[in-house]
């Protein structure tokens, strides 16, 4: 397809294990964004991938949350250790350009849903 | 950090009412990105600008750099604009910073 692709949509995993969410960009974008929403509140900032490199990782809440990017297309974020407090939906967007420097709108993924039990 | 805010909070109005939802920043920024995010919880780009404004079909977004500052602007509503609209904003040096946002209904 031609949008934002997440997969899986929707994780069930119990506290303490390890979970890994996965996005796909739109070809081409070189900037790709991963923001989190828990139930009821905003969107949150996670981290920020230019290429295969993260200029911003200000955003991630522990050290049990790690992202990566290979090819400068695909990313990962892995949570080790889950808690319940981790329970979110978590966004993946992509944009042509790094927004900020460039303009280019973001384009969001239908995420992915996790529940921590 | 910068501090967003949206009013109102939540809106209902009638079909083909003009619709207003405004947001406002505390510190300087270089570009402001408008979203809406439908109940299913799609979010959709729908304005980025970082200065005057913007017209897309009945939406008009327009930015206010010096009052910090902007609204997003909705002709003729029709119930299937009911959604979420989201302001964030970001500067160099810190990614986006999302707003709260502003639940908007409209009624047929």
């Known amino acids: 397809g031609a949008g934002v692709s997440q997969s899986p949509s929707n994780k069930v995993t119990e506290k303490g294990k390890d979970v890994e969410l996965r996005c796909d960009p739109i070809?081409?974008?070189?900037?790709l964004y991963w923001y989190r929403q828990s139930l009821g509140q905003g969107l949150e900032f996670l981290i920020y991938?230019?290429?295969?490199?993260?200029?911003?990782k200000s955003g991630l809440p522990s050290d049990r949350f790690s992202a990566e990017r290979t090819g400068g297309s695909v990313s990962t974020l892995t949570i080790q250790r889950t808690q319940q407090e981790d329970s979110a939906v978590y966004l993946c967007?992509?944009?042509?350009?790094?927004?900020?420097?460039?303009?280019?709108?973001?384009?969001f993924g239908d995420g992915t849903r996790l529940s921590i039990l | 950090k910068n501090e967003v805010e949206q009013s109102p909070q939540n809106l209902t109005a009638q079909e083909g009412e003009f619709i207003t939802i405004n947001c406002s920043y505390s510190?300087?920024?270089?570009?402001l990105h408008w979203l809406q995010q439908h109940p299913g919880g799609g979010i959709v780009s729908l304005f980025m600008?970082?200065?005057g404004k913007k017209k897309h079909g009945r939406l008009i977004a327009t930015i206010n750099i010096q009052e910090k500052h902007s609204s997003l602007h909705i002709t003729a509503s029709h119930p299937r604009d009911s959604a979420v609209y989201i302001c964030?904003?970001?500067?160099?040096?810190?990614?986006?910073?999302f707003g709260p946002g502003t639940r908007l209904s409209v009624l047929p």
């Open positions: 967007a992509s944009s042509l350009g790094d927004s900020l420097y460039s303009n280019q709108p973001q384009h």
């Open positions: 070809s081409g974008h070189t900037a």
């Open positions: 991938f230019q290429g295969n490199s993260a200029p911003d």
């Open positions: 510190v300087g920024i270089s570009a």
């Open positions: 600008l970082s200065s």
């Open positions: 964030a904003v970001g500067s160099y040096g810190q990614n986006f910073v």
